[in-house]
């Protein structure tokens, strides 16, 4: 560290750890609710009857079950292949707008990226409906898939540049220099920098896509659901307790999830 | 070299000539399934609507005309400026910046704390953030509503504490949809802050301390600067959303106001059923929204060529 | 039963080649699984079942191309008259309909489907409000609770999101006609709404129970199935018969145009018709079924709730869907509302 006397850790603010904390408490706070009424005895989310598992075991066994079962695997399969492709898309785009210089056509491509983050919702769910339906695409996880991939391309792209942005292209060209191809310079200097920018990017994909409700519920098939459009009206109208405890089984898979993708980092480093 | 798009120091060319084939997935996908939808919806907004939903085929200005001139409750009053959907823009605006800025001050140093840790401990602080979206918004939204009401557990809990003596009565107002666009919306602001600042290199920090620079000089000269990128890909990101968000707004605030995106629902899947109002609200949206980020994106430019 | 045996038959006959398949498009929140599973069981006919949560964003997907992907919808009563006028629905013969006969009289000649030739009764019930008594313990039949409320209730109430429902009751309130085009009534029914809002804490159809159960709202429009509900749930209310009287509305079951699986439709069309299903389905949804000889087979607390049997001489009133030039004023109205 250099500053001479100061000791300044400048890589610390007085305050940030404590609005993260804060910020992870609001996070959740309403989740916690979510989880402790998953356990309630009653149907009601205002009054507390009881300790009890009885809904966890509607999930599994309930009338409903296979069609909630069926409505998470759709939304899982659905939010990964769209949050992927939709990565891969803006990785893509990313790179032609900031390494490959000026060409025609750039600000309608910066302005078509940002496209389906400016259209309200309810238009591009009638609009699409109407397209597909008069190309004659008949609505199925197909076209599902279709709109989720188109309206996640923003949402990769926005951190992917970002993080591109702050990349200068001294160390390609470094490696040009050492005779190395495009490709490669892509492959193992450009790629790896952009690590964070990409994995961010996913996440925000993977989540929207996870998320949509009402271009889903216009564009699915007769009989196909999502989760969202399998538990909307279960919510409307006030959570069941059966909708919190598949939500809560959902939390429960993905802090699997982060555990599981710690542990990974940890015996990474070790062997590194 | 000037990067039309957001651009800063990126104006590289390396993979020059590849842009047609890096962009056609792009150009493609939303082209094809985004773009040609909504020129249809661009056409709708200059025909004549049909009763109850759909359009008719013929040339009229009608959905302007309705959006920018008052003719009275029963049409027929001389025309003057109408500011009910000029309101109902403004308001959305508002409220939707408010909660840019709300998530920028609460996301930039929750992004910041996460980019200083080493690399494992920020996969999971990320994951950490994100979790929660894994629950839809609806039930977000909804438990939201549970924890803020008059009877709910965060007055109690203050009540119990003796804090405050009546509940503060969140519920049902802006400051509530507020709440709840921050809680929509926040990762869109916490990763590309966080995908920028990891990016950053702490030797021009201590060159600045080397100048006696006082940390919060540091933060406002050096790295906000360098950061920007994120932030403004971060901006973009809660801003425009919120500015069509309805679940919040009709969960939290009660619904007594129409927003933008409920005024336009409400065209689409309302007793209105004005497909060609809905179509126009929308464009002049987006168009709203479109210079502001072209001119954003032109600003770049210059900045880069100057 | 044994004419129902009989029409399946022929439905399974007709179409054999296929499987059997039924796709729903109904409210959401509005059917029990194990009614679609017994009708399977009984049928071999599989249901699909999809959900929207209005009228009019059922005729909006409709339009934007939906129409041909559903056997059944189930619109309420003036939306079976917009469907119909609009071409949206498919007619059947009375003879492909052999428990038609046990439909109630009072609603076998409907206005919106005159001789039920495309559409039979699911459920109905009536819309007004209901109070929390613990609040307010005064008279609350009338529509003055929500227009002019008293003290104890002003700014505690909910008021549904929905145009038709809010302006119906206000009507009723003033004593004007619906689809008025008298400028002077119009006009008052503008003012009576904007002056109310300010009592009114929010807006909303889908949360109009919750509100009540969890006491955000003391009092709030609310449809007497879902009054009841929120009452079973414990919450201290009464929902209301007012003198100006109460919104009555019918859902219906209705064939529609270019069914993908026209025999299955009327298959289960039939199936809800009868008294022991159309019971099912109204403990579930605790409104009314329309059809003869259900009370037998219902819960004893739904058969006598309250909110299903309106004091006698209660006036009912449908919501009426107004012609086009009539409708942009009540639209106007609506926009200038919530602005």
């Known amino acids: ?272 | 070299m000037a990067a039309m798009a957001p651009g800063g120091a990126s104006g590289s060319d390396i993979y020059k000539g590849n842009a047609v084939k890096l962009l056609l997935p792009t150009w493609l996908v939303i082209g094809v399934f985004l773009l040609i939808p909504v020129m249809l919806m661009a056409v709708y907004s200059f025909l004549t609507k049909e009763f109850r939903g759909g359009v008719i085929w013929e040339f009229t200005l009608t959905a302007y005309d309705q959006f920018f001139l008052n003719r009275g409750l029963f049409g027929d009053d001389p025309a003057s400026i109408e500011w009910t959907y000029i309101g109902i823009f403004w308001r959305s605006i508002w409220q939707a910046g408010l909660a840019t800025i709300l998530c920028l001050l609460i996301g930039f140093p929750t992004a910041w704390f996460i980019a200083t840790r080493d690399a494992r401990m920020r996969t999971v602080w990320l994951l950490i953030v994100t979790v929660p979206y894994w629950v839809n918004l609806l039930i977000r939204t909804v438990s939201m509503k549970f924890l803020i009401r008059d009877e709910g557990p965060l007055n109690a809990a203050l009540m119990w504490s003796g804090i405050i003596d009546a509940p503060l009565g969140i519920i049902n107002t802006n400051l509530a949809v507020q709440l709840g666009l921050f809680y929509s919306y926040l990762p869109f602001m916490v990763l590309p802050v966080y995908a920028a600042v990891e990016r950053y290199d702490f030797s021009l920090s201590e060159a600045a301390a080397d100048l006696y620079a006082s940390r919060w000089t540091i933060l406002r000269l050096v790295i906000l600067p360098v950061v920007k990128p994120g932030i403004i890909a971060g901006c973009i990101l809660v801003f425009v959303p919120s500015l069509g968000a309805f679940l919040a707004p009709d969960l939290l605030g009660g619904a007594k106001s129409f927003m933008i995106g409920s005024l336009i629902e409400e065209q689409f899947k309302g007793a209105a059923g004005n497909w060609p109002f809905g179509a126009a609200s929308a464009m002049i949206l987006m168009a709203i929204v479109m210079i502001v980020l072209l001119a954003y994106a032109r600003s770049q430019t210059r900045e880069t060529r100057t | 039963m044994n004419k129902f045996l009989a029409t399946s038959l022929v439905a399974l006959t007709a179409s054999a080649a296929q499987a059997q398949e039924l796709k729903l498009y109904n409210w959401f929140e509005y059917m029990p699984q194990e009614l679609l599973d017994a009708f399977t069981e009984e049928t071999g006919i599989a249901v699909t079942m999809d959900t929207y949560d209005s009228n009019e964003s059922l005729l909006a997907s409709l339009k934007a191309g939906k129409l041909g992907a559903y056997d059944i919808a189930v619109p309420g009563d003036y939306m079976v008259k917009i469907l119909a006028d609009e071409g949206m629905l498919d007619t059947f013969a009375p003879e492909e309909m052999p428990n038609l006969g046990n439909i109630e009289t009072q609603w076998l000649t409907v206005p919106f489907d005159e001789g039920r030739k495309s559409s039979v009764p699911y459920q109905w019930g009536s819309t007004s409000f209901a109070v929390n008594r613990e609040v307010f313990d005064g008279d609350i039949q009338d529509t003055a609770i929500i227009f002019d409320p008293p003290e104890e209730l002003a700014g505690k109430i909910n008021v549904l999101d929905t145009s038709g429902e809010l302006l119906t009751l206000a009507s009723m309130h003033l004593g004007i006609p619906q689809c008025t085009s008298d400028r002077e009534q119009l006009k008052a029914l503008n003012a009576l709404v904007t002056g109310a809002k300010p009592d009114w804490a929010s807006f909303g159809s889908d949360v109009a129970k919750d509100v009540l159960t969890s006491g955000d709202a003391a009092a709030g429009m609310i449809w007497s199935g879902f009054a009841a509900k929120a009452r079973g749930e414990g919450a201290p209310i009464e929902y209301a018969f007012p003198r100006q009287g109460v919104i009555v509305w019918m859902d219906n079951l209705a064939l529609l145009k270019d069914a993908p699986n026209r025999d299955s439709a009327l298959a289960f069309m039939n199936f809800m018709l009868e008294p022991e299903n159309a019971a099912t389905l109204t403990n579930y949804a605790q409104y009314s079924a329309g059809v003869t000889g259900v009370t037998e087979f219902l819960d004893p607390e739904v058969a006598d709730s309250p909110e299903a049997n309106p004091p006698e001489g209660t006036k009912t009133v449908f919501v009426e869907a107004c012609p086009e030039d009539i409708q942009v004023m009540y639209d106007a109205i609506w926009t200038n509302l919530k602005k």
């Not at chain 1, 001479?4 to 309403?30: E, W």
């Not at chain 1, 909630?68 to 803006?90: D, H, K, P, W, Y």
């Open chain 1, 1 to 272: 560290m250099s500053g001479g006397m100061k000791q300044l850790d400048l890589r610390r603010f007085p305050g940030f750890f404590a609005i993260t904390l804060a910020c992870v408490a609001v996070l959740y706070a309403p989740l916690m609710v979510v989880a402790v009424y998953s356990v309630n005895e009653s149907t009601s989310i205002t009054r507390w009857g009881g300790f009890s598992l009885a809904w966890y075991a509607d999930v599994f066994t309930g009338p409903e079950s296979p069609k909630f079962q069926r409505a998470a695997m759709n939304s899982i399969i659905i939010a990964v292949l769209a949050g992927t492709g939709a990565t891969i898309i803006a990785t893509s785009a990313a790179v032609a707008m900031h390494r490959a210089g000026r060409f025609r056509a750039k600000t309608a491509t910066f302005a078509l990226i940002n496209l389906p983050l400016m259209v309200p919702e309810v238009v591009t769910a009638v609009a699409s409906l109407i397209f597909f339906t008069a190309i004659g695409f008949s609505g199925g996880i197909g076209t599902i898939l279709l709109a989720h991939l188109t309206f996640c391309i923003p949402f990769a792209y926005l951190p992917i540049a970002a993080r591109m942005q702050s990349i200068s292209d001294s160390y390609e060209q470094a490696a040009m220099d050492l005779y190395a191809t495009p490709r490669e310079a892509f492959r193992l200097i450009l790629l790896p920098l952009m690590r964070p920018g990409i994995f961010s990017g996913f996440l925000l994909a993977f989540i929207i896509s996870l998320d949509d409700f009402l271009i889903t519920n216009f564009v699915k098939g007769a009989g196909v659901e999502t989760l969202p459009t399998a538990i909307f009206g279960a919510v409307k109208q006030g959570i069941k307790p059966n909708i919190m405890a598949i939500s809560t089984l959902m939390l429960g898979v993905s802090v699997a999830f982060v555990t599981l993708s710690w542990l990974i980092g940890r015996s990474g480093q070790k062997t590194q």
